[in-house]
Structure formats: C-alpha cells, structure tokens
C-alpha cells in the first residue's frame, strides 16, 4: 500500500490519497471538521505559525528548561513568566491510541473509522500531542512505537493552518 | 483536626426523579422537569418544599436557582452553589456542597440537582460544530477527537496496556448494570437484558468502547435532599447519613492535549485516601457501590484508585458474579447506573445508594450499613460520597 505522506513528500501541500477511501481525499479525515483556532490570547499562536512552517514547535521555560504542552502563561514547574517556544526533533513514541467508528460530526459520516494517536515527544520532557496515524486505518498500532511527525497543509483554511499529523518511521 | 469533618452531621432524606427517557423522548422542558424532580424530592422527604433554602448542582446546570426559587414561591434562600468542572464529576460534590453548608449553617434544607435533557439541548455524544475550535480544543478537535468516548478511550487503552487489562474486564461492567436494570422499572433499559455475545457483537463506538460500554443519553431530572442529622430524624423517610463527601483532583489532571502527567488514571488517587479517613471505613467495609459509569473504562480505573482491586487483579475480579446485588462480593450499580438506568449525570446513582440505605431498592442487598457513590471518573475535579445506616462508624 503506498505511503500517502512518503518523507520525501514532507514539506509539500499536496493532495494525497487515502489508501482504504473509495473516494480519494485531500486529507487524511474528510473536510469540514472544525479548523484550529488559536487560544484568544495569542498562547498557542506560535505553535500553529511554526506548524504553517513545517516545523514542531513546543513551549519551554527559559529560566528552568522545562518543555511544557499544551501552553500556559506560567511555567509550571518554576512559575516563570518567560517561555518561549523550541524546535524539537519530530520524533515521537505512541503514548495511546484509538480507532473511532461512531462519526461524532456530520464531516465524519464517510471518514470512519480513523485512528488518533497520542504521541510524546522523548527530546521535549515526553510532552505529549494528539493526531492522527498516517496510513490504513486499520492497522495495528503499537505503543511504544516510534513515529515521526508530518505537516498536513489546509491551504484552503479560512484562515490556512497546518495539522501535525504522525507516521509510523 | 477531628471537629474539622462533615461525618455524622448531615443527611439525605429525600429523594426526586421524574420518569428517565430516551433523548428527544420527554414531554416536557427541562425546566419543568427540574421543577418535578425537587417537588417529588421534599414530598418524599416529608418537606414543604417552600422549606428549601439552599440549592446546589454542578456540570453548569441550566436551571439556576434564582429562578427555581421564584418560580417555587420559596420565601428565600441562604445558599446557592454550582460546582466546578464538567461531565458528572460534581454528582457526589454537589451533595457535598450542600452537606457543608447546612454542616456550616448556611441553610437549613438544601437540595442538590440536576436536570438535563439532551433532546432539548443537544447530545454529549456529539462534537461541536463550530468552525474554528478555541482553546486547547484546537489541539484534539481538527484530529477527530471531539466526544468524551474519544477522549476517555485514550486514557482507557493506555490503563489497559500497562496492566494488560482484556476486554471481558470492560465487558463485566455493561453486564452487571444491564442485570440490575432487568429488575429496576424505572431503568430505560428495563425489559432488554443483555448477554456476552450481545456485547461482543455490538458496533465499536471507539475502540477499546463498544456501544455498551458507553453511557446512554437520556433526558429527565432527580434531586435529593439534605438537612441535619439532628432536623433528619424527626422526618418521614429513615436517613442515610453522610459519613464522607469529598472532592478532588491530582497532580496537573487538567493538562491540555492529554498531557496529564499520569495518564491512566481515573483521578481519585489523591481523594480515595480522604475520603476513607473522613468516613471512617475502608473499601472492605463497603456493602454496596455506585460507580460512574461514563464509559466502563473509567469504571475500572476508579475501583481500582478506590481499593476494591489491584491492577494486576483486574481480569479476574471484574466479573459479573461479583458484581451482582444476589450474591456477589461487590454489588456495583444496582440500579442500571448510567449505562442502563438513566443517564441523570451520576444523581440517579445517589438515589440508588440511598435507596441501599433505606432497604428499598429494586436490587436490595442484604444488611447495608455503608453505601458508596464515585462520580465522574477522568474528569476533574471528581468526587465521592459515603452514607451510612448509622450517623458514626
């Protein structure tokens, strides 16, 4: 089955099939879910512009080092106020995951089942962010396993954003 | 310290339900059927309603009390309280909230509530339909996590592979509240037992959940009321007596993106332990349990953080012979709980350890002295109640 998201294809917005979809998709879960809208006070912006970039971005402490996820105004551990936000690797291990097959939003009816997966991140203090497995949706996922993060364009966004998505490395 | 506790002081003494339906199924609005609900509530305690001076719920109840009271006549209130955080975590806390404050003097008769009607306002089982996802549900919405299944899945899996838990576990728990609910008229799934195989055959909603093993939707109002221990034994109905009521959250539970810091957990570790001491008993003393059941994964993991069981018990313990009210050594859920009496957000779950204590529920286990009620596991906060046949242990 060919890898819809090949690493030579990161970077790219390109339209990319879905292997086990009748229909081909622009994406990995059908269009019309709700698109990111970042906090109203500007914390997670950085994250979503960095994404638009093709590059994984986690907030961290410049007084005690500490990666922390999702974004607060203090860090939690020392209670500085000045974060900043860190590239970071990419790479992942499969923390948790689960297959949907119930569509909880109409976007969904034709796109189950879809697997999430709850990733941490070993070079970031094993913060963890949620997305979805690139590939057959009925695969056997394996926590523990090591994945590597992919940059889903939504060009056609209003505004256009960037999902973080994962693959199996 | 010892002074310092709300055990023995306070009691339940009525209790209010209307008819539990089906989503979309109820004839009235939820207002009315909060209305109800109070009413039958202080005439079962033997109150004048227009008696009550003190209102508590939770999960942003809609039906606030400013306009209970008026539209109730009530000459005036001395406490109204919503508890924090949502999903049914507040089920124990709301009674908690009112128990200290008729402890504290505040009020006199508080009655703790909830009413909701998913036909009217919409379904929990859905994801929002908004166009751009705020806050932290940026980081789960866009991925197709957007209903508590999804989001208490994730924490179930990863309990289930770090102590090897297997499917039967979850499965005992959708049997056990399916049993009680063939005896309990009241249940919406009264008349429509269900059997291994139904379970195993039925539609995944999200992996590792089956269709049962996640809470119905349903629509309908229940309240309880609470007063004094000393105003309690002068009333109609016998008391079962608050011995612990308590609340909590542990460390960092409310992380976005499930970034809580321990992730297979139902979030009473920290609140077991105070909830016991304050009650005086342990989980061993424990005649009869009422466990949220938002999903039956939560379930799990809560019996566990409350002592019933070790993780590495789990695939023989969780089974339904030990979960039944004729017999088992646990009996858990008598009344059909979330999963197939009526989801009422964990209030339906008070009534029935009340009804424990009284010696009239459906399902009546043998010489109950010490009821248990766990409400909302993985949300935060949480929290818990204990009732006794007797104010002290």
Request: proline share 7%; hydrophobic share 40%.
């Amino acid at each position: 089955m060919s890898d819809p998201y090949p690493a030579s294809s990161q970077g790219t917005a390109s339209a990319v099939p879905v292997p086990t979809a009748t229909v081909e998709r622009k994406y990995l879960l059908p269009e019309g879910l709700p698109q990111p809208a970042p906090y109203p006070e500007g914390l997670a912006a950085e994250f979503w512009e960095a994404a638009r970039r093709h590059e994984l971005v986690v907030q961290h402490c410049k007084s005690c080092g500490i990666h922390q996820w999702g974004p607060e105004f203090i860090c939690y551990k020392c209670h500085s106020y000045d974060l900043d936000y860190v590239r970071v690797s990419g790479r992942g291990r499969v923390f948790s995951w689960e297959r949907p097959w119930y569509p909880v939003h109409p976007a969904l009816q034709k796109g189950v089942p879809y697997i999430v997966v709850l990733v941490e991140l070993p070079d970031a203090d094993n913060v963890r962010m949620v997305g979805n497995m690139v590939g057959d949706p009925m695969q056997d996922v394996v926590i523990g396993g090591e994945v590597v993060a992919v940059f889903e364009d939504h060009d056609d966004g209003e505004p256009p954003y960037t999902l973080v998505q994962w693959r199996v490395v | 310290m010892s002074d310092r506790t709300i055990r023995g002081k306070t009691a339940i003494v009525g209790l209010g339900e209307t008819r539990y339906y089906k989503r979309g199924a109820a004839p009235d609005p939820e207002f009315k059927l909060t209305l109800d609900a109070i009413i039958m509530a202080a005439e079962d305690a033997g109150i004048d309603v227009r008696d009550i001076d003190g209102f508590a719920s939770f999960s942003n109840d809609r039906n606030d009390p400013p306009r209970l009271m008026t539209a109730l006549g009530i000459k005036h209130i001395g406490f109204s309280n919503m508890f924090w955080g949502g999903g049914g975590g507040g089920g124990s806390g709301a009674v908690a909230n009112a128990a200290a404050a008729v402890a504290a003097g505040y009020c006199d008769v508080a009655v703790a509530y909830r009413g909701l009607a998913q036909g009217q306002f919409g379904r929990f089982g859905q994801g929002a339909r908004v166009a751009h996802a705020p806050g932290a549900m940026a980081f789960t919405a866009p991925y197709g996590l957007m209903s508590p299944a999804q989001m208490f899945a994730m924490r179930t899996r990863r309990f289930m592979h770090e102590h090897g838990i297997e499917q039967e576990a979850l499965r005992s728990l959708a049997l056990a509240s399916y049993y009680h609910a063939q005896r309990n008229p009241r249940a919406v799934m009264y008349g429509r037992p269900l059997t291994e195989e139904d379970y195993d055959n039925s539609r995944w909603i999200v992996e590792p959940f089956h269709l049962f093993d996640c809470c119905q939707e349903n629509d309908g109002a229940a309240a309880v009321i609470i007063t004094s221990a000393e105003m309690a034994k002068d009333l109609k109905r016998k008391p079962a007596y608050i011995l612990a009521a308590a609340q909590g959250t542990d460390y960092r539970q409310a992380a976005t993106a499930h970034n809580a810091p321990d992730y297979g957990t139902s979030n009473f570790k920290s609140l077991a332990p105070r909830l016991y001491a304050m009650a005086g008993v342990g989980p061993e003393e424990v005649d009869v349990l009422q466990s949220y059941e938002n999903f039956t994964g939560g379930v799990l993991m809560s019996m566990v953080e409350h002592g019933f069981c070790k993780p590495e018990e789990v695939n023989d313990f969780f089974d339904l012979e030990n979960f039944k009210f004729d017999g088992g050594t646990l009996p858990l859920n008598t009344s059909g709980g979330n999963l197939a009496e009526c989801y009422m957000h964990g209030l339906e779950l008070i009534t029935e350890a009340v009804r424990q204590i009284r010696g009239d529920s459906p399902c009546q286990v043998a010489d109950v002295n010490v009821s248990m009620v766990t409400s909302g596991p993985m949300v935060q906060p949480v929290s818990d109640l204990i009732l006794g046949r007797e104010p002290n242990r």
